[in-house]
């Protein structure tokens, strides 16, 4: 019935898709073909990658708060110099924009925290369910469903449980201890929104670390056995080493993803207690497009800086990635 | 009994490593769906039930009763009198340690209670106007009509499109193959995050602001899309295609009738990904759409939670209504999604 249904406007769209290819093969042969098909998709690229890519580059070296960019007088090097403009790099306050250095270096300590607790948690659960376990897959859709829900349903989920009167204070106070602000102290919102994230998040390097391990062929372990190696043994001799391209990989992929956080947070803590929990991100988001004057050239600014950490991470990335076997990951 | 229990195949028994895996995946059982399950339980309390600290496991709230001659419905509390009797009474009203209450079958004759003399009553009940209301109170339809409109389009575009480029670059042999390949790929670098700015220019130039087709159209070209197709594709055998050129089909006819229903696994994969990665779309969404009657549900949920006075219980069965299609999708699916995910990388 469906298909009957769906049959009429698909034929459609099929004559009328096929009459400038059957066009242009009759006039110009196979020549233009491949191109035909590659039409859309590259002038897709072309107007909102390559095109915004340049437009980005040349807006980061211009002034004033117009959108349109020959509007813009060209300012040269002021924006970086202005985002560069600290007597102590390392003490924000001490910079002239503050709140791009404590975004740096909340995402600098974000990411360094973040990464490595997700690869250890997401190695142990790999570990776990590569072992003789009843219903593996059930277990692997447990630990996989947080991944599919979007940031925004994410976050609420545990603002609802780190609320003042929510469930975890409940917890608390039940056990005899007194409610914590848990969003509005800077230390415990860090905390929280690094714990949400590798909730959200593990499933995903789980899946790719587990089946690393069942990619490790089992005679090596049967040799191991062989050999009377101990349990430890055989996981740092045989296990580790062999699963090493992997880790690698999944450690730069959850790099790259951890200096781009924005969203989970954004609803979570909005980037606070004042700016504990501002990250890149947010800075370039909030200063291009929240505040009262919209200054799209500091913005664009902070994308390049942005851009050149995204692009020495996809390197060494690309550089592990041919050493082994591995797999890209990018959200779309 | 315990050795029965804990009998295996092979005569072995489960020793300390099987307890402790078992006990880390019962936790991560917890951890990762309890927030969940509390969310969905949460979702079906009225709005009193949601103040009550400390909250209630399941959705109870106090039990509440009708009273003539008040017009909202009133609190009911068992009551320890003077003399000894309980009674069910409604609070009409509380003045610090006295409430004034009355029979509801009597409403004429008032009591007085000192309130330590009385025990709240509650029953269990599904507020199911959370979910009922939304259509009324709020513009939930346009929100949901937005989502399903996006997710979709862009899914039919980004298969078309995408199946088309990685037709072209796995089974045409031209020159520039090989850049334009590596071009698409290159994209992976560049993630919408790092072209915020200007994309919002290009646009704005194209009319797109404010408009669904602005979030539609920079998001349907994947270079994961090409790469997942691409690789299928390869494995397709040639012959099929000189086969049919023998035929005199179009090259289009090829690609359409030959190529794509047998590229039908990769296709779903990436189906499934394209409905996952713009229903929970946030950012881009979030710098396009700016007027409320053109929200998605993402932007609708993020600008309800930021208000001064947050109606908790329409938030929280609005957060269910829009983890439900995807949880849905995983729940038949699951299969595909990891299976798609350990062979290609993608998310």
Not at chain 1, 38 to 55: D, E, M, Q
Not at chain 2, 104 to 131: M, S
Not at chain 2, 195 to 207: A, I
Not at chain 2, 248 to 272: D, M
Request: proline fraction near 6%; charged fraction near 15%.
């Amino acid at each position: 019935m469906l298909r009957q249904l769906a049959a009429a406007p698909v034929a459609a769209a099929f004559r009328v898709v096929e009459a400038p290819f059957r066009w242009a093969q009759s006039a110009f042969g196979m020549r233009p073909m491949p191109w035909l098909f590659l039409a859309p998709n590259l002038l897709i690229f072309g107007v909102f990658t390559f095109l915004p890519l340049i437009i980005n580059f040349y807006y980061a070296f211009t002034g004033g708060v117009q959108l349109y960019p020959s509007e813009r007088p060209f300012t040269g090097l002021d924006n970086l110099a202005t985002l560069f403009d600290c007597t102590n790099h390392f003490n924000p306050s001490t910079c002239r924009k503050d709140l791009f250095w404590r975004a740096i270096w909340n995402t600098a300590q974000f990411s360094v925290l973040q990464v490595t607790l997700m690869v250890a948690f997401s190695l142990v659960t790999a570990l776990v369910l590569n072992r003789k376990v009843i219903g593996r897959g059930f277990w692997r859709g447990v630990f996989f469903y947080p991944v599919l829900l979007s940031p925004v349903v994410v976050a609420l989920i545990w603002k609802w449980i780190l609320q003042r009167e929510g469930l975890l204070n409940a917890a608390m106070v039940g056990a005899g201890a007194s409610g914590v602000e848990w969003l509005t102290n800077a230390s415990w919102a860090m905390f929280w929104v690094i714990f949400v994230s590798i909730w959200a998040h593990m499933g995903f390097y789980t899946l790719i670390l587990l089946a690393g391990l069942q990619a490790i062929p089992k005679d090596l372990y049967e040799a191991a056995q062989m050999d009377r190696a101990s349990p430890w043994r055989t996981f740092s001799r045989v296990t580790l080493p062999m699963l090493m391209p992997n880790l690698l990989v999944v450690c730069v992929l959850a790099l790259i993803r951890a200096v781009q956080i924005f969203d989970e947070v954004f609803v979570l803590t909005g980037g606070g207690p004042g700016s504990a929990t501002t990250f890149i991100v947010q800075f370039i988001y909030q200063t291009g497009f929240m505040e009262q004057i919209r200054l799209y050239g500091m913005a664009a600014a902070g994308s390049l800086v942005l851009a050149v950490v995204l692009i020495v991470l996809t390197l060494i990335q690309l550089r592990i990635a041919s050493a082994g076997r591995a797999g890209a990951g990018n959200d779309g | 009994m315990v050795d029965f229990l804990t009998r295996r195949r092979g005569g072995r028994r489960l020793d300390w490593t099987d307890w402790v895996t078992y006990g880390y995946l019962a936790s991560g059982l917890l951890l990762m769906f309890g927030p969940v399950l509390w969310l969905v339980m949460s979702s079906f309390k009225t709005e009193s039930a949601l103040t009550e600290f400390p909250p209630s496991l399941l959705p109870t709230g106090p039990k509440m009763v009708a009273v003539t001659g008040v017009d909202k419905p009133r609190p009911l509390f068992k009551v320890t009198l003077p003399d000894g009797s309980v009674r069910e009474l409604a609070e009409l009203r509380r003045i610090g340690l006295t409430a004034t209450m009355v029979d509801p079958a009597h409403p004429e004759t008032e009591i007085k209670v000192p309130i330590d003399q009385r025990q709240p009553i509650r029953a269990f009940g599904l507020a199911t106007e959370n979910y009922t209301d939304l259509a009324g109170k709020f513009a939930f339809g346009t929100y949901l009509w937005n989502s399903v409109f996006i997710t979709v389009i862009a899914t039919i575009f980004t298969l078309l499109f995408n199946s088309m480029a990685a037709f072209a670059l796995s089974k045409y042999r031209f020159s520039g193959r090989k850049t334009v390949f590596l071009l698409i790929l290159s994209t992976l670098m560049v993630p919408p995050t790092i072209v915020l700015v200007p994309n919002f220019l290009v646009v704005s130039e194209l009319g797109m602001l404010n408009s669904l087709w602005g979030v539609i159209w920079p998001a349907v070209a994947t270079p994961t899309g090409v790469f997942l197709l691409r690789q299928y594709m390869l494995t397709l055998p040639d012959e099929l295609l000189e086969a049919a050129r023998m035929d005199h089909a179009s090259e289009w006819r090829i690609y359409w009738r030959i190529v794509l229903p047998l590229t039908a696994p990769a296709l779903a994969v990436l189906a499934i990904f394209s409905v996952m990665w713009r229903w929970n779309d946030f950012l881009w969404p979030l710098v396009v759409l700016s007027k409320s009657e053109k929200f998605t549900l993402q932007l609708a949920l993020n600008a309800f939670q930021g208000d001064l006075v947050t109606q908790w219980n329409y938030l929280l069965a609005m957060t269910v209504l829009t983890l439900l299609p995807v949880t849905v999708v995983f729940a038949f699916l699951q299969k595909y999604i990891t299976q798609g995910i350990a062979s290609a990388g993608v998310k």
